[in-house]
Structure formats: structure tokens, C-alpha cells
């Protein structure tokens, strides 16, 4: 009896240790299963962000190829249409049926679409920087600045003396060679006669700001007159509409040419005579910002043609 006792008390735990072993293989199985399962579920996600990103990236990259070609056609177009409005005015002749702009005054035309703010005139009604006399261009550049900057007024006309004249003594506000290079600036006065408009840059206190000041205000100054009466004449503030260095039978051609949102690019393009014909022999660009739109001028300019359609039905 203790025999038998003995051994059915060895056997009984390997019988269950028999019965146990498939179940936990069944265990480690479905465990190792889950967790490929886990990992496959894991790589198609990565995959998935994988190939969003890229897809992303080739959409980003193809609408800036998008938007690089639009503005290149519209650059393109822009420039064609003032080429065309440079041509339009190289004869003497004034090329408008009904007048518009004759006055020299500013005017809307429309090449290929493209809206366009234009100006012609002649350069007699400046004062000429080469040619003026001392006071003269004194005179004008206190009138251009106001009175509430006289000093400085003084200081650019002397500095534009002192550009032109061929000595090199300096007047009581203005700058010669030494002042430039003390200024550490590398260039210094010409000596002589002003060879192109954007020389003018160059001149000690002549700032970007004085040369352009705002082309938007000019327009609207510009067509205002046109309904509003006064006796006093609008005097430009911008030197560069002040003065020229061309002779008085030589053409002006002001552009202002809209661009995408509020941004616009501002032209003075001058045509003067060669061979018998108008060339182009200078230009001048400036860009700029419209904070408060085109809008105030489109209106003033239909305001002035209105004005002016109901005055020659009275003439």
C-alpha cells in the first residue's frame, strides 16, 4: 500500500503537467499574433502619414509652380501693356479720338485688360536742374518741401548746387567731395550737369521719400482739381515731378500700373526727339504699397470724366 501510494502521488503531477502545455502554447501563440497584428496595424499607419506628407508636398510644390507661372504671365502682360501705351504716345499727335488725358491731366486706359493709370506731359512746365538758375531751384524745392521744413529745404537745394557746379567749394548748407566721404559714402559730387533723373538720388538729403513722395496723393490731387476750384495751383511734393534735366519739347509719360492686392508699380518713362522721331532715353520705377486700395481713384476719375463729357456737350 505505501507503494502504490508513493507512486500515484509522482504521477499526478505529470499528468497535469501534460494536460498544461497546449493550452499555454495556445497562449503564446495568440500572444505572438496580437502583437504582430499590432505591428502591421502600426507600419499602415506610418504609411499613411508617409504618403500624406509627400502627397502634401507635391500639391504644395505645384501650386507654387502654379502661382509662379500666374505672376509671370501677369508681370508679362503688364509690361506689354505699358510697351503699348509708350507706343501709343511716340507721335506727336495726340492718339485719342475724344481728348482724354490731352490736358495733361490723369486718365485710365485699358490694354489687353490690363488696367493702367496714365499721364502725358511736357517737361516745359518743370524747372530744369541743369539749366535753372541758383534761385530759381531754391525757390522751387521750398515751395516742393512746405514751410514747415525750410532748413531742410535750404540744405537740399544747396547740396543739388553744389552736385552740378564745377567747383568745389560748399555753400552754407550744401556738401562737396569731403562731406560725402565723411558720410562714408563712395561716391562724390559730379561737377557738372545731371546726366539722368535717378542722379538725383545721389545728392545728399535727397531721399527716396523727397524724390517719389506718394504717386497715389499725386493722382488725387490731380483729378480733385478737376471739380474743385481754387486759385492757388497744387505744387507736387515729389522732387522728381518738380524738376527734369530734359529739354521742354521732350515728353513725359507717368504710369501707374496696379498690381496683385495693393501693390503698384509707379513709371516716369521720357521721350525726347532723335533723328526727327520720339525715343525713350530715360525711365524711372518705383514700388509701392495702396493701403487703402484704388478704389477713391477709380471714383474721382469717373467723377472727372463725367465733368469734362457734360462741359464739351456745352461747348
Known amino acids: 500500500m505505501d507503494f502504490s501510494y508513493r507512486h500515484s502521488t509522482v504521477n499526478k503531477p505529470c499528468r497535469r503537467s501534460v494536460t498544461l502545455k497546449p493550452v499555454c502554447r495556445r497562449r503564446r501563440a495568440e500572444d505572438r499574433g496580437q502583437r504582430t497584428e499590432g505591428s502591421v496595424l502600426v507600419m499602415i499607419l506610418w504609411m499613411l502619414v508617409l504618403i500624406s506628407f509627400l502627397a502634401g508636398q507635391y500639391l504644395a510644390h505645384n501650386r507654387e509652380k502654379a502661382d509662379i507661372a500666374q505672376n509671370a504671365w501677369a508681370a508679362f502682360r503688364q509690361r506689354q501693356a505699358v510697351s503699348s501705351v509708350v507706343q501709343l504716345f511716340s507721335t506727336d499727335a495726340w492718339p485719342l479720338s475724344d481728348g482724354t488725358g490731352a490736358d495733361g491731366r490723369w486718365f485710365r486706359l485699358f490694354p489687353d485688360d490690363t488696367p493702367l493709370w496714365v499721364r502725358v506731359d511736357k517737361e516745359s512746365q518743370r524747372v530744369n536742374l541743369n539749366t535753372a538758375a541758383d534761385g530759381e531751384i531754391k525757390q522751387k524745392t521750398a515751395l516742393m518741401m512746405g514751410d514747415n521744413f525750410q532748413r531742410e529745404a535750404d540744405a537740399v537745394s544747396d547740396c543739388i548746387l553744389d552736385w552740378r557746379d564745377t567747383d568745389s567749394l560748399t555753400r552754407m548748407q550744401g556738401a562737396e567731395e569731403k562731406d560725402y566721404k565723411a558720410r562714408g559714402l563712395t561716391y562724390r559730387p559730379a561737377n557738372g550737369p545731371f546726366n539722368v533723373m535717378s542722379e538725383l538720388l545721389l545728392v545728399m538729403g535727397v531721399t527716396p521719400d523727397r524724390f517719389w513722395a506718394d ?38 509719360i507717368s504710369l501707374l500700373v496696379p498690381g496683385s492686392e495693393k501693390g503698384y508699380l509707379y513709371m516716369n518713362i521720357f521721350m525726347a526727339k532723335e533723328s526727327g522721331r520720339l525715343a525713350v532715353v530715360d525711365s524711372l520705377q518705383f514700388m509701392g504699397v495702396a493701403e487703402a486700395g484704388f478704389d477713391r481713384l477709380i471714383e474721382l476719375e469717373s467723377e472727372a470724366r463725367g465733368l469734362g463729357a457734360r462741359e464739351k456737350k456745352r461747348s
Open 215 to 252: 504717386p497715389l496723393e499725386l493722382i488725387e490731387t490731380d483729378l480733385s482739381s478737376f471739380y474743385i476750384q481754387s486759385e492757388e495751383k497744387k505744387v507736387p511734393k515729389a522732387l522728381s515731378e518738380g524738376f527734369t534735366i530734359y529739354a521742354g519739347g521732350s515728353k513725359r
